[in-house]
């Protein structure tokens, strides 16, 4: 029997998805561990989460260098002892740095676990900073940063987020080479002393965990001293740029990156899951108005996309593409075509269909491993959403109408309301 390729294949529409729950533990020290325990290798992701990103700085830069400083020496080891220690074990660490928090992490085989705890508890507790490691540290991000400078996109995502926020918001702020020249090794330690050594922090463990490895957990970072929680910096953001139109110019580039959009609103919003089927018929994924327009019709560029960014304490959304700078105008103007078309006329039922479908398998695409699952629940547990959040997510993307993405699209993505950074020129 010939395949008839004219006719779809028959799909199940998904229509529900369950998280395995954390198992919650605390640690002697008052520290919280939360155990994501499926998988069928014997691999575990271990994460120490701190709160002491930007949002936490003295000096800007502080918290960055602390936490990529860690793994560079401490009292007892040397950088290349450090290295070598988790290499002989297969283990792979990584710091990590956002805006919000800092953090370390390691993947390693189950029964190395005992191995790899010692190891961390004494980056956490000992961290030395040694001035050689330092200085080369800071001449990479340094040239890093220069490197960055020269690329229209990251000039026009560092602009636009300091335009929505104020530099002075630590979701505004980017790196500087003065700041980065300047910012002094006491700063750095102040921030690793308060926030890391001294700092109350979240454990996550993913993987084929144990009991036996809860024990573990617990006789190693259980006995770190903590000093509990510091008290956190509030910030409103100071920027004033509805309606403005911000240009980078840059005579030599070819091209321009335009970035779009405005301050808005995090997971807790009421209308979230609303603006999450919005956005993903206006740009959010391949087969989006976005991009069947700018670049499948009209071939201004390669690609198009439109996020709702959700941190901590905030949230935005942005449209972002590249085009020849002679089409940077008429970018906008089809931007502001699409965006109208959803503000006057109602979605149909088989793209509204196709749009949820698709992000229903999505969803359900992204929960194959452990370490995914873990992915999501830390967002609960880090930003304090409720515990059947993401179990309630297809529903709420199947219950959105064409109605209410009008409404959210009048609501929430009037252009007048809207910051618009061009990087290259027009």
């Known amino acids: 029997m010939s395949l008839d390729r004219t006719i779809a294949p028959d799909f199940k529409i998904i229509r529900s998805v369950n998280l395995p729950e954390p198992k919650t533990y605390t640690l002697d020290n008052g520290i919280p561990l939360h155990v994501i325990n499926i998988g069928e290798q014997p691999v575990i992701r271990l994460e120490c989460i701190f709160e002491a990103g930007n949002w936490f700085e003295d000096s800007i830069g502080a918290s960055y260098f602390a936490i990529k400083m860690l793994p560079e020496g401490t009292n007892w080891q040397t950088s290349q002892e450090i290295s070598e220690a988790f290499d002989k074990i297969g283990a792979f660490t990584e710091m990590t740095h956002t805006s919000d928090r800092i953090g370390i992490v390691v993947y390693c085989l189950s029964r190395f676990l005992p191995e790899v705890l010692p190891q961390i508890s004494q980056l956490i507790q000992d961290a030395a900073f040694p001035e050689k490691e330092l200085q080369e540290l800071r001449n990479i991000t340094i040239q890093n940063l220069r490197v960055s400078k020269e690329k229209n996109a990251y000039l026009a995502t560092t602009e636009f987020r300091a335009k929505l926020f104020g530099t002075d918001h630590p979701y505004g702020q980017s790196q500087d080479e003065n700041n980065l020249a300047t910012l002094s090794p006491d700063a750095i330690l102040a921030h690793y002393n308060q926030y890391i050594k001294g700092g109350k922090f979240t454990v996550v463990l993913a993987g084929q965990v144990s009991e036996e490895d809860v024990k573990v957990v617990n006789e190693t970072l259980g006995k770190n001293q903590v000093q509990g929680t510091a008290s956190e910096t509030q910030y409103a953001p100071s920027g004033t740029y509805q309606g403005a139109e911000m240009l980078v110019d840059r005579p030599d580039s070819v091209q321009s990156s335009i970035r779009m959009g405005r301050i808005l609103f995090n997971r807790h919003h009421q209308d979230y899951f609303k603006m999450l089927v919005t956005n993903e018929i206006l740009?959010?994924?391949?087969?989006?108005?976005?991009?069947?327009?700018?670049?499948?019709?009209?071939?201004?560029?390669?690609g198009i996309s439109s996020h709702l960014v959700?941190?901590?304490?905030?949230?935005?959304?942005?449209?972002?593409?590249?085009?020849?700078?002679?089409?940077?105008?008429?970018?906008?103007?089809?931007?502001?075509?699409?965006?109208?078309?959803?503000?006057?006329?109602?979605?149909?039922?088989?793209?509204?269909?196709?749009?949820?479908?698709?992000?229903?398998?999505?969803?359900?695409?992204?929960?194959?491993?452990?370490?995914?699952?873990?992915?999501?629940?830390?967002?609960?547990?880090?930003?304090?959403?409720?515990?059947?959040?993401?179990?309630?997510?297809?529903?709420?993307?199947?219950?959105?109408?064409?109605?209410?993405?009008?409404?959210?699209?009048?609501?929430?993505?009037?252009?007048?309301?809207?910051?618009?950074?061009?990087?290259?020129?027009?």
């Open 283 to 302: 740009g959010g994924y391949f087969g989006s108005r976005l991009m069947k327009n700018i670049r499948e019709e009209k071939g201004l560029t390669y």
């Open 310 to 426: 959700t941190l901590r304490n905030a949230g935005y959304f942005m449209i972002g593409t590249d085009v020849k700078k002679e089409f940077t105008q008429q970018t906008i103007d089809e931007i502001k075509k699409e965006i109208s078309k959803l503000q006057t006329e109602l979605v149909g039922e088989d793209e509204l269909t196709t749009v949820k479908n698709f992000m229903a398998g999505e969803f359900a695409g992204s929960l194959n491993t452990a370490f995914e699952v873990a992915d999501r629940q830390k967002i609960l547990l880090l930003d304090g959403l409720p515990s059947d959040f993401f179990n309630h997510y297809i529903d709420q993307i199947h219950a959105t109408t064409s109605e209410d993405i009008r409404l959210m699209a009048n609501t929430y993505l009037q252009p007048d309301d809207m910051l618009t950074v061009i990087a290259g020129g027009k």
